[in-house]
């Protein structure tokens, strides 16, 4: 029996921000909700939303335009903005691809929607410059400046909204829970570091932007082009205030930093910690972490509660990576449209649906941006501090693979070790074996060979891991899933934590995506397509069950997590203090109200980071 310092735990739901929208659009979506196009509008700016309101279509506002502040119908919504917003929404064509990247083969792609690749993003977390003037943040007003060669790079941004956004969940803040800053880190994953700062980046001989060089130009632009910035963002709009120049001028300020309860440390968090594994990013990423909250060694002082985020914007600058993946990897409207008069039966798929991983019309991916944050603990630390535990994380794994030989960038075979080791941790440390799981969150590029690949290497791993349990006999057939297929695209390094975010939902027993966009099974995967269940619709989930997700990466990177549900029983499996456990029991469903209203209220107001940030960061000397 484990003890309870020794069991993973995820604390309230992610946040998340992708080509579909924010969490609770994408969640709304996902349910088939009327509560969607509201939600739609909110990111859009279009409408303020009462956050108390049990429903997002009751309360609204107009948030702009000569009715600004007057209430608004949901017919009304519909009929002004419906087709609109829903144009602007998942995967779509996008203007103006070939006039920035003329050798492109594709204008298929899945960007933020509305103007959030611009300047709604910035406006939805509050991260402008006269947000953050106004506000406790307003010491490193600097990072975040109007002018776009100086204003935090489009991934910075994701960043800071998902991780920041994830914080919602803590009944308290962070500050409190957690006194020690240096207790805190933030683990992060991107595939692409510091891609859209790619453009702030010019060749000698290049003429000057128009207006010229902005002033201090250097240390930002270096700064906004490394992968490591958005995590370094979080971190530090978290941390105690001081600007350099501040100390630089009263250097008895840093005396405030010296921690009073542990002498010799300062009231800093842990550097953040970044991976790089390609689309396995970010389960690398938490297989990196997760030992760190658990080991145990003299003088090491190890988190006490981990910020799991991630996020890429593979599409900046000027869509150039769609002429590196070039037309054989890559959804076209050409091929859409062979795909569509090859039926003949007069029902056509639009360029939203076009991402069709397990179907036989799966001829391309399509690469989208996204950004998520989830929070990570131990359930002692959980049930000390009476936060939601959402879910038990009963194994993690990795593993390289003996593809890409011919093609480095290809996805071969080998990758199950990563599956096999996730299953063999939850067997062995939990008592959890193979027929505990009933729901895949599945890589599904939306190519033909990576969905034989992908469910031949889960099916792989399954089998792989029965064997080493003893268990003979069929496997049950898991519930197959995407994040992609419901409109995201391909959002890269950020792709796993996404699906974690969605095998979640599965094990609270909310609706979890399927395969929206499937049609025809690909007859190429008649023979393993059969031990899972492949279906459009979305599953109603389990809140006594499992889910695994499982990424592959290009080099033979692959990543893999097993969620189980977190109710009575299962806590019961491990050794916890029996007076806190008891406590945490009765209270529970009142802790599990609080912070589902939290996470409601702060996704459905205005400037979640920002709100977030004031809230949880560690005080200096204002």
């Given amino acids: 029996m484990l003890r309870s310092d020794q069991v993973l735990v995820t604390v309230g739901t992610a946040c998340t921000l992708s080509a579909v929208g924010s969490t609770e659009t994408y969640q709304a979506i996902v349910a088939q909700s009327e509560e969607s196009l509201p939600l739609a509008a909110f990111d859009a700016g279009l409408i303020e939303i009462d956050p108390e309101a049990a429903s997002a279509a009751d309360g609204m506002r107009w948030a702009e335009g000569d009715h600004a502040g007057e209430p608004v119908t949901l017919d009304e919504l519909k009929r002004l903005h419906g087709a609109t ?58 990072l975040f400046q109007n002018d776009p060669l100086l204003s935090p790079s489009l991934q910075a941004q994701l960043f800071a909204y998902g991780a920041l956004g994830a914080l919602a969940g803590l009944p308290r803040p962070l500050s409190e829970l957690v006194p020690d800053p240096f207790a805190f880190r933030v683990a992060s994953a991107t595939a692409f570091g510091g891609n859209d700062g790619l453009g702030q980046w010019l060749r000698p001989d290049a003429p000057l932007p128009e207006g010229g060089f902005p002033k201090d130009t250097f ?123 090859a039926h003949g039966d007069g029902v056509e798929r639009t360029v939203h649906d076009s991402l069709a991983p397990f179907d036989i019309d799966a001829d391309g991916t399509v690469v989208g941006h996204g950004g998520s944050g989830l929070l990570v603990t131990t359930l002692e630390f959980a049930l000390q501090n009476k936060l939601d535990i959402t879910s038990i994380i009963v194994g993690w794994g990795t593993s390289g693979e003996a593809g890409g030989k011919a093609h480095f960038a290809g996805v071969g075979f080998g990758g199950e070790n990563a599956l096999v080791q996730t299953l063999d941790m939850a067997y062995k440390a939990h008592g959890y074996g193979v027929d505990d799981f009933q729901y895949l969150a599945a890589h599904a590029t939306g190519t033909r060979t990576n969905s034989k690949t992908d469910l031949g290497t889960a099916l792989a791993g399954l089998r792989g891991a029965a064997e080493r349990q003893g268990r003979e006999g069929e496997l049950p057939k898991l519930f197959v ?104 029991l009765e209270a529970w469903p009142e802790i599990r109200a609080a912070r589902e209203k939290a996470e409601r209220i702060a996704r459905r107001s205005p400037k979640l980071a920002l709100v977030m940030a004031e809230k949880h960061r560690w005080a200096g000397l204002e």
């Fill in 481 to 584: 899933g995407t994040p992609k297929a419901v409109g995201d695209g391909h959002t890269m390094g950020e792709t796993g934590l996404k699906a974690m975010s969605q095998a979640l939902q599965y094990v609270l027993g909310r609706k979890a995506p399927g395969v929206p966009t499937l049609r025809r099974i690909d007859p190429d995967l008649a023979e393993i397509a059969g031990h899972f269940h492949l279906q459009a619709e979305p599953s109603p989930g389990n809140d006594d069950g499992g889910a695994i997700c499982a990424t592959q990466g290009f080099g033979g990177y692959n990543g893999a997590v097993a969620l189980r549900s977190a109710n009575p029983e299962a806590l019961k499996r491990y050794a916890c203090d029996a007076d806190d456990l008891a406590a945490y």
């Fill in 85 to 142: 917003l829903r144009a602007n929404m998942g995967i779509r064509h996008v203007p103006g691809v070939r006039e920035l990247a003329p050798r492109v083969v594709t204008d298929i792609a899945a960007p933020l929607p509305h103007d959030l690749e611009t300047v709604g993003l910035r406006r939805l977390a509050g991260l402008r410059y006269e947000d953050i003037r106004a506000s406790g943040l307003k010491e490193m007003h600097g």
């Fill in 219 to 341: 240390a930002v632009r270096l700064a906004h082009s490394l992968g490591s910035h958005g995590p370094a963002l979080v971190s530090t709009m978290l941390s105690p205030s001081y600007s350099i120049s501040r100390v630089l001028k009263n250097p008895e300020l840093r005396e405030s930093l010296k921690s009073a309860d542990d002498v010799g440390f300062m009231r800093v968090p842990q550097a953040p910690a970044t991976a790089v594994g390609a689309c396995a990013s970010s389960l690398i990423a938490l297989a990196d972490i997760a030992p760190q909250l658990l080991f145990d060694y003299p003088g090491f002082k190890k988190p006490k509660l981990v910020l799991l985020t991630a996020a890429d914007a593979a599409l900046q600058p000027r869509f150039g990576i769609l002429e590196a993946f070039g037309g054989g990897a890559l959804m076209t409207g050409e091929k859409l449209a062979t795909k569509n008069a």
